[in-house]
């Protein structure tokens, strides 16, 4: 089994329910990776949508031979098959934040970095990566806070950006910008300590909804959201059939994820992390 990195880029908010009763003042809460708590979109999530997506394109044997499905035997007894390939949940990148000199900066942290990198490496997809992509991961996760700089981010260039609620810090040493994939580079870089983003990533914009019966509001709830131009990564297992089809096809048009898509949450664009061709020697994504 080949494995492959796809990159997920949030073309509007994105609302992945963790399915949790809360009695805080935020009714609907994200899913959240169970060790780190930063937003994440679990394996089952991910792979609904993509079933969903791939639903209206393909046939039923694809469907079946990638995603599974149910089959009936000789005794017209039906049972739960399978997919072939394998969907692991995909992890946050980075997250957009305000700042008061841009738009926004792209906020990350080194130990997200290195976590990708482990990722990449322990299913072999670090052999077919693009050099220069890979060695600026690298760069970036090796970027440390001494103790007088863990309250302020750093940038690659300015001095004093107020970005968020934290000062910045010029480092010179971070990349211009990281070619993830050729539609979704990583630019405006801006690196936070582990504990200031956590403090990040615990504060994701929250918008009030409600529904509205001849023109007044019946109930009003509050839920949270990962925002526009978030990125995450997810690791696919691909069988030996399909491959090309399935990559052509989630890379070449829009694909929602999560609830609401009739107000517009949801819409990403998925791209393969950016590739150096196929791995060589033996065994090698295997």
Known sequence: MKYKAFIIRNLTNMHVGSGDNTFGAVDKLVQRDPVTNYPAIYSSSLKGALREFFTSKKDESFIQYVFGGEEI??????????????????????IPVRSKDKPYYMATTPSILKEFLSNLKTFGIDKTIDKPTLENIEKLSKITHAANEREKVKIKQGQNTRIEDWDS??????????????????????????????????????????????????????????????????????????????????????????????????????????????????????
Do not use: C
Not at 238 to 260: C, L, P, Y
């Open 169 to 286: 810090i010029q480092n010179p040493n971070i990349p211009e910008n990281i070619t993830l994939t050729d539609s979704s580079p990583l630019s405006n870089i801006a690196l936070f300590s582990e504990e200031n983003f956590k403090e990040l990533t615990n504060l994701l914009p929250i918008i009030a909804r409600n529904n509205l019966e001849n023109g007044r509001s019946t109930n009003l709830w509050y839920e949270e959201v990962v925002p526009r131009e978030a990125l995450f990564y997810f690791i696919v297992g691909e069988g030996e059939e399909h491959a090309s089809e399935f990559e052509k096809a989630i890379s070449s048009d829009v694909i929602q994820i999560g609830g609401n898509a009739s107000i517009g949450y949801g819409f990403t664009k998925i791209s393969m992390l950016k590739s150096n061709g196929e791995p060589k020697g033996k065994g090698a994504g295997k």
């Open 73 to 94: 035997d000789s005794n017209n007894t039906k049972s739960s098959k399978p997919g072939v390939y394998r969907f692991f949940s995909a992890n946050l990148i980075a």
